[in-house]
């Protein structure tokens, strides 16, 4: 499984990053006030004439987490990297944070790493002067379809995934500053199991994307991994998917150029 969900992890960030690579950057904000006990801003050393805070969001369910993917399995090539930050959820006494991005240790949950480490690893390369601050929440088993039942993305759930995603983001945000450039996901396979999930899974796609930029500006951009085709109705999410993509000229879709273990493709969705 190792070896497996290792290959998933390449594949899946390729996808994103190739993705990423065609996105618009001139989005990043100011970063915030120096550290202090109250902001739980790190110290930020100016880097050369450019000091810029990029919030980029990894969220969806497990396939962002990824099982598996924990310190033993870091590539070789790994650095640590002090301008890449993720945020920590803390817990009493300890307040959340940002913290230097270490994967298997603080990269939740349970000590996983997920394509958040070849993305900010390839994003550093492109702009050395630009610092990246991550968010990550990929709860398991969370679909974007409304179920009361079970744990879900949808904006109609109080206090389930988007809740969540969005306390953080704000917390994040009033910590240190910045702004919301790209949100990573990878999920919808939950969406697949029941069809009728599945029939709106382009509709609940577009209400989040729609409310992400109602939160965070209408410059946040999505790159949407399509989820594999192990769910019974994964066919029916992958469509639904693409329809969003070409529904409006805003959405392009791309896929990764390479052989994949497991039935792959990207949607992006850049700024209209």
Known sequence: ??????????????CLITLACTTPHALAAPSGPAS????R????????HIRTARIWIVAGQS???TFGMNPSTLPATWRPDPEVRIWVRGSEPIPSRWEIYRPGVNSAPKGQWGPELELSARLRREAPATR?????????QTGAAFDPSEND??????????DRLRGM???????????????????????GIRKEKADRAGANMKALIDLSRSEWGPQVNWVIGLPDDTAPYAPIVQRELRALAASEPSVRSSRPPTTKPRKMDCITVPVP
């Open 1 to 14: 499984m190792s070896s497996g969900w290792n290959r998933l992890v390449v594949l899946t960030a390729l």
């Open 36 to 39: 202090d006990s109250t902001s």
């Open 41 to 48: 801003c790190p110290p930020l050393a100016p880097l050369g």
């Open 63 to 65: 396939q962002a987490t």
């Open 132 to 140: 990246l601050f991550i968010i990550k929440h990929a709860p398991g």
């Open 153 to 162: 993305w949808s904006p109609e759930s109080t206090g389930e995934a988007w």
């Open 169 to 191: 983001v704000w917390a994040a945000v009033r910590a240190c500053g910045g702004q919301v450039e790209t949100i990573f996901w990878m999920g919808n396979h939950s969406d």
